[in-house]
């Protein structure tokens, strides 16, 4: 088998698009234990005290975004990460996506969510639509 062949062979391995099939890319059996190590590091390194919950449950916001993977944060130091208007949540969560190498197209598919407020605002190219306004 030639290199060409072998890329091919090993792109048509990848899990199919999930548009229409119901079928999910993200599940939280085969992300938790890639990400749990890693969240954990940067927690105890960090000092919070924070939990985390993977879950494939329905989405707590369907208008702002529909999910496969949704993680939970709670704890006594929650507020931390939604201080800034989330700005340690969501960078939280570009950190994680690049540690779980997804490509940027996957993003939506996975939440990081505190207090039942997720880490984005995903209304076209535009995060946190508020801060946004308030600049303009």
Not at 67 to 72: D, F, G, M, T, W
Not at 115 to 124: C, D
């Amino acid at each position: 088998m030639t290199d060409g062949q072998s890329q091919s062979a090993s792109r048509s391995r990848r899990p199919a698009s999930t548009s229409g099939t119901g079928a999910r890319k993200y599940r939280a059996e085969e992300v938790r234990p890639r990400l749990e190590p890693f969240l954990a590091n940067i927690f105890g390194k960090a000092g919070f005290d924070l939990t985390f919950e993977f879950s494939e449950a329905a989405a707590p916001h369907p208008d702002i975004e529909n999910p496969e993977l949704l993680i939970q944060f709670g704890g006594p130091d929650v507020d931390l990460l939604l201080a800034n208007r989330g700005e340690l949540l969501l960078a939280l969560e570009q950190l994680s996506m690049e540690a779980l190498r997804m490509p940027s197209e996957d993003h939506e598919k996975v939440c990081f969510d505190a207090n039942q407020i997720p880490s984005a605002t995903r209304t076209g190219p535009t995060r946190w639509i508020p801060a946004t306004r308030e600049r303009m």
